[in-house]
C-alpha cells in the first residue's frame, strides 16, 4: 500500500505529470498545488508530523463570571505558543513549549507565566498535557496542571481540565473545569464557552 502511494506521489510530482496524465495545460497553469508538486514532491508525512493538530483559540464564556482569552497562539514557526485569559478574579498569561511535534496527536508542554487569583498572584509553574481526538482543532482534550506563587506560603495549586469540540471550521464549544487548592482555598469552577479559530 506504501508503495503505490509513494508511486503515485512521484508520477504527480513528476516534470512530465502534464503530459502522462493527458492534463489540460490550464488546469495545471490553474493548480498551484500542481505546480508546486512539479518542480519539487513534498514530504508529505514531514508536513502532517509538523503541522499542527491544533489551532488558535479565541475565547468568550462563563465560569461564575465572563471571561475572554486566547489559547495557543502559535509564535511564528516555532513550538511556543502563548495564552491569556481576563476574569475580574483570575486572569494571567502563559507561555508553553510544546515538546513533541506539534502535529503529534498526544503532546506535552511546560507552562511558565504569571496568574492574578482572589486568594494570591504570582508566577505560573506547570505542564500541560494535550490529547488532539481529531486534527486541525476538530476536538481535544487539554489537563494542566500548575501553581501559582509556588515555595512561598500563598502557593496555590490550580488544575484545569478543558475540552473542546468544533461545531464548525471556525467555531467550537468549550468546556472547562477548574480546581483551585490552597492551604486556606478550595475552590471548584465549571465554565462553558465559544471559541474562534482563524
Not at 489559547?71 to 476574569?87: I, K, M
Not at 496527536?105 to 511558565?112: E, K
Amino acid at each position: 500500500m506504501k508503495a503505490s502511494i509513494i508511486g503515485l506521489v512521484m508520477l504527480v510530482g513528476s516534470p512530465a505529470c502534464a503530459v502522462e496524465l493527458d492534463l489540460d495545460p490550464k488546469v495545471l497553469q490553474n493548480s498551484p498545488v500542481l505546480q508546486r508538486w512539479q518542480k519539487q514532491v513534498p514530504n508529505v508525512a514531514d508536513e502532517i508530523r509538523n503541522d499542527p493538530s491544533f489551532r488558535t483559540r479565541f475565547r468568550v464564556g462563563y465560569a461564575s463570571e465572563l471571561y475572554v482569552g486566547v489559547e495557543d497562539l502559535r509564535l511564528g514557526s516555532s513550538n511556543f505558543t502563548a495564552s491569556a485569559n481576563y476574569q475580574a478574579s483570575n486572569w494571567g498569561a502563559d507561555l508553553h513549549y510544546y515538546i513533541r511535534p506539534l502535529g503529534s496527536y498526544i503532546n506535552v508542554a511546560p507552562v511558565i507565566g504569571y496568574r492574578h487569583l482572589e486568594a494570591t498572584e504570582g508566577a505560573n509553574l506547570g505542564i500541560r498535557a494535550l490529547f488532539a481526538l481529531s486534527r486541525g482543532g476538530g476536538a481535544d482534550i487539554r489537563l494542566t496542571q500548575s501553581w501559582v506563587a509556588p515555595f512561598s506560603s500563598e502557593e496555590t495549586g490550580l488544575t484545569t481540565l478543558s475540552i473542546g469540540y468544533a461545531l464548525t471550521h471556525h467555531l467550537r464549544l468549550s468546556t472547562d473545569i477548574q480546581r483551585q487548592n490552597s492551604p486556606t482555598r478550595k475552590e471548584s469552577r465549571f465554565g462553558i464557552g465559544l471559541e474562534w479559530m482563524p
